[in-house]
């Protein structure tokens, strides 16, 4: 594949993330590592292109009334400062692609796991539970240089938070902050790089992809089968991460 062909592959993967309240930003950073040799230039890109995604699903959510900020603040809250600083750290190219990919990998498991468990009433959590679960995930979203939503959603469907369309919007807000935020801290520390020509491509295939993909996940789909293959996907990702940065093998 070319990078020509980058316009469309993003559309699909803003389409098929968006449809589950996710950005996208874990398959953005692993195509983009195969085109681009500056890494810095690929977390940037990533971020920005998630912050296109998830603002599209966050208006959604608002406009259903799916979004609910007396609930989510606690995540909120502690997130977007340990993001910031998590963008600082200076990793080099190798021990950041094993740790996103490690992460990538629980977190396909954490989402398989949620469609295999039965269905149990959901469960209200202490606020200081949640700043310590959005602190962390914050962490380590400003660390690898995506939103974070794709760590916390399977974690609050595992703990029976709340119900998944609930936790879909919270994890589109969560993403949109903590990206902004991740952005923030890059330019802070002076490694925030965008190729100009080929941004402007890959932000409209992502808006119209995550305009659709949002639209279908607010008109109360069925969205299990997609979320089996997002699973699928990220597993795909974190394993193929891990394999070609630590030990060279090529998948």
Same mark, same amino acid.
């Given at each position: 594949?070319?990078?020509?062909?980058?316009?469309?592959?993003? &559309?699909?993967?803003? %389409?098929?993330?968006?449809?589950?309240?996710?950005?996208g930003?874990?398959?953005?950073?692993?195509?983009?590592?195969?085109? %681009?040799?500056?890494?810095y230039?690929i977390r940037?890109?990533?971020?920005?292109?998630?912050?296109?995604?998830?603002?599209?699903?966050? =208006?959604?959510?608002?406009?259903?009334?799916?979004?609910?900020?007396k609930?989510?603040?606690p995540?909120?809250? $502690?997130?977007i /400062?340990?993001?910031?600083?998590? $963008?600082? !750290?200076r990793?080099?190219?190798?021990?950041?692609?094993?740790?996103?990919?490690?992460?990538?990998?629980?977190? *396909?498991?954490?989402?398989l796991?949620?469609?295999?468990?039965?269905?149990?009433?959901?469960?209200?959590?202490?606020? /200081?539970?949640?700043?310590?679960?959005?602190?962390?995930?914050?962490?380590?979203? *400003?660390?690898?240089?995506i *939103?974070?939503?794709? +760590? =916390?959603?399977?974690? !609050?469907?595992?703990?029976?938070?709340? @119900? /998944?369309?609930?936790?879909?919007?919270?994890?589109?807000? &969560?993403? !949109?902050?903590?990206?902004?935020?991740?952005?923030?801290?890059?330019?802070?520390?002076?490694? +925030?790089? %965008?190729n100009?020509?080929?941004?402007?491509?890959?932000?409209?295939?992502?808006?119209?992809?995550?305009?659709?993909?949002?639209?279908?996940? @607010?008109?109360? +789909? @069925?969205?299990?089968? !997609?979320?089996?293959l997002?699973?699928?996907?990220?597993?795909?990702v974190? +394993?193929? %991460?891990?394999?070609?940065?630590?030990?060279?093998?090529?998948?």
């Amino acid at each position: 594949m070319t990078v020509e062909y980058l316009p469309i592959v993003f &559309f699909l993967i803003a %389409l098929f993330y968006s449809s589950v309240g996710f950005g996208g930003g874990s398959s953005y950073l692993a195509i983009l590592s195969l085109f %681009l040799t500056d890494f810095y230039e690929i977390r940037s890109t990533a971020l920005v292109l998630n912050i296109c995604v998830v603002t599209i699903g966050t =208006l959604f959510f608002i406009k259903n009334r799916v979004f609910d900020l007396k609930k989510f603040w606690p995540f909120l809250v $502690a997130s977007i /400062p340990l993001a910031y600083l998590g $963008a600082q !750290l200076r990793l080099s190219k190798t021990s950041f692609f094993l740790i996103l990919g490690s992460a990538l990998v629980l977190a *396909g498991i954490f989402m398989l796991l949620r469609f295999v468990k039965k269905k149990m009433d959901t469960k209200e959590f202490s606020n /200081p539970k949640k700043l310590l679960l959005g602190g962390s995930i914050g962490l380590l979203s *400003g660390i690898s240089g995506i *939103g974070g939503g794709i +760590f =916390l959603s399977p974690v !609050l469907n595992l703990l029976k938070w709340a @119900n /998944p369309r609930i936790i879909a919007s919270l994890a589109s807000v &969560f993403i !949109l902050v903590n990206s902004v935020s991740g952005l923030i801290g890059l330019n802070v520390a002076g490694t +925030f790089k %965008l190729n100009n020509a080929l941004m402007l491509q890959l932000i409209v295939a992502v808006v119209i992809g995550g305009s659709i993909g949002s639209y279908l996940s @607010n008109k109360k +789909f @069925n969205l299990k089968f !997609l979320g089996v293959l997002t699973s699928i996907l990220v597993l795909y990702v974190g +394993f193929r %991460l891990i394999l070609l940065h630590g030990f060279g093998v090529k998948i």
